[in-house]
């Protein structure tokens, strides 16, 4: 669950609300060790998806950095061309 998190600072453009909710979403499943919570956890699940996505946000906002923003169709090939070399696939098409 959690490789599904991905590196939200330091990207043009900036990380949207979506992008960190996601996030967010994949730290609460992966701690409390289920994707779909029953009906009696739905609430304090919910919950806590929000707090944690709301905390990122700020942090987000607040770290600073020297370094040029990264591009993300950049990195996404980067991040291709690794999984093609550590699985040993010919080609890293998507």
Do not use: W
Request: hydrophobic share 45%.
């Amino acid at each position: 669950m959690c490789r599904n998190i991905r590196t939200l600072h330091n990207f043009a453009p900036p990380a949207t609300d979506d992008e960190v909710r996601a996030a967010a979403l994949q730290y609460v499943r992966k701690i409390s060790g289920t994707s779909k919570p029953s009906a009696a956890n739905q609430a304090a699940f919910d919950r806590a998806v929000a707090e944690i996505a709301h905390v990122t946000e700020h942090l987000l906002a607040d770290l600073v950095t020297s370094a040029a923003p990264k591009d993300r169709a950049v990195e996404a090939a980067k991040a291709r061309a690794r999984s093609a070399e550590r699985y040993g696939r010919a080609s890293a098409a998507t």
